[in-house]
């Protein structure tokens, strides 16, 4: 190759790099920035990228008061399964989780929740799962039947997170010193059956045949106790609505343990008939609405028949949307007959609290105990209450 045969295949390579900066910035800036940036595009692949996003992002210029080309590449392009399908198609994974997060989030294209088509290719998920749950009032027919489908899906793998986290505290640890004829894997004591059966080594085989089983019984609580939840429904407690219907529904699987549940935000309504079914409790609680945590503390008083043997947990944000005076008397009067409060701060899907704290420490001068708790803190919370 010739020295000038060389500078030209640098500067061809060159030229190559440059317009693929110049298209990544493209994507960046957006259709503004296509008359400074001429032949940024550069290839096919970015030029379906480059519609794609501005079909989402282009609403942005409009809601800062800015113009844009009309024709062309527009928002008119596209219906939204096609949007979505080449969102899927062009980008990762993480990226397509996020556009679509902003297009839900940011600028309210509620016909990714409420076009059969598009819900199907959407991948379950706790953010979608929030999403379905804000827009199911606009959903009908076929459409209502699928979001059902994704919101049971995405609260069976919730449960079985939780189950596992808080089943041991709350079904009771394994008692090695009592005997049990419940014949169960997790239960094996496999010491003691080991011990038993030196007498059956297979030499030959180098094996230990195992004739004689021993388990281990569980230590269980069969005390009579009434849990009753709290939830407020206000807008900004999403996540912890989600969280509160699985555990109440984790809850009641509980040896003697009753559970209620009552869903407020200005009014109070007694959800418990579908603690046993997270998915329709969700699908039945109506988000949004302002805030009387004083009106559903009053009305767990009423609930209560053994004050002793019961536990009211509030899980509010504590932004109480009233004078606080009727709380505080509310709480007063549950700690004075022997009830145990608890007030569950609220907290966001990353496990980080998020409540007024003047009105949180108001109630804990009343008697209430306040904490920010995962479900397992919970769990252990309750484990000790109940012992």
């Not at 062009?90 to 297009?103: G, S």
Request: glycine share 8%.
């Amino acid at each position: 190759m010739s020295g000038t045969d060389y500078c030209r295949g640098k500067a061809g390579m060159a030229d190559a790099l440059d317009t693929l900066a110049l298209a990544r910035w493209r994507l960046v800036l957006g259709q503004l920035a296509e008359e400074r940036l001429a032949g940024a595009n550069g290839s096919e692949a970015y030029e379906r990228m480059d519609r794609v996003l501005d079909y989402l992002y282009g609403r942005e210029h409009g809601r800062r008061g800015l113009r844009t080309r009309e024709g062309g590449r527009g928002p008119s392009s596209f219906t939204v399964p096609d949007w979505i399908r080449q969102v899927r198609e062009l980008f990762p994974a993480d990226t397509c989780e996020v556009i679509t997060r902003h297009a839900l989030d940011r600028y309210g294209l509620t016909e990714l929740v409420t076009d059969k088509e598009t819900l199907e290719k959407l991948e379950p998920s706790h953010e979608l799962l929030k999403t379905l749950l804000t827009f199911k009032g606009l959903m009908q027919g076929d459409v209502l039947e699928v979001a059902r489908k994704i919101v049971r899906t995405v609260v069976e793998q919730l449960r079985r997170r939780l189950e596992s986290e808080v089943r041991p505290v709350l079904w009771g640890r394994v008692d090695r010193t009592r005997r049990t004829r419940f014949r169960s894997a997790r239960n094996l004591d496999l010491r003691r059956t080991v011990r038993a059966n030196l007498a059956h080594w297979d030499t030959e085989r180098r094996k230990l045949l195992a004739r004689e089983l021993h388990f281990s019984s569980r230590v269980q609580r069969h005390l009579p106790w009434h849990v009753i939840m709290a939830v407020d429904c206000s807008g900004s407690m999403i996540d912890s609505v989600i969280h509160s219907a699985v555990m109440a529904g984790i809850f009641r699987g509980l040896p003697a343990v009753k559970v209620s549940l009552l869903a407020f935000d200005t009014a109070v309504v007694d959800m418990s008939e579908a603690v046993e079914d997270p998915v329709e409790l969700l699908m039945s609680v109506q988000l949004g609405g302002g805030t009387d945590i004083g009106g559903a503390i009053a009305t767990c008083a009423s609930l209560v028949q053994n004050p002793t043997r019961t536990v009211v947990v509030m899980v509010t944000d504590f932004g109480e949307g009233g004078p606080i005076a009727p709380l505080l008397t509310a709480i007063r009067r549950l700690r004075s007959e022997g009830v145990r409060v608890l007030g569950l701060a609220a907290l966001d899907s990353q496990a980080q609290p998020s409540y007024d704290r003047r009105v949180a420490e108001a109630c804990a001068d009343a008697g209430a105990e306040i904490a920010a708790m995962t479900p397992r803190h919970l769990a252990e919370w309750l484990s000790r209450v109940m012992a």
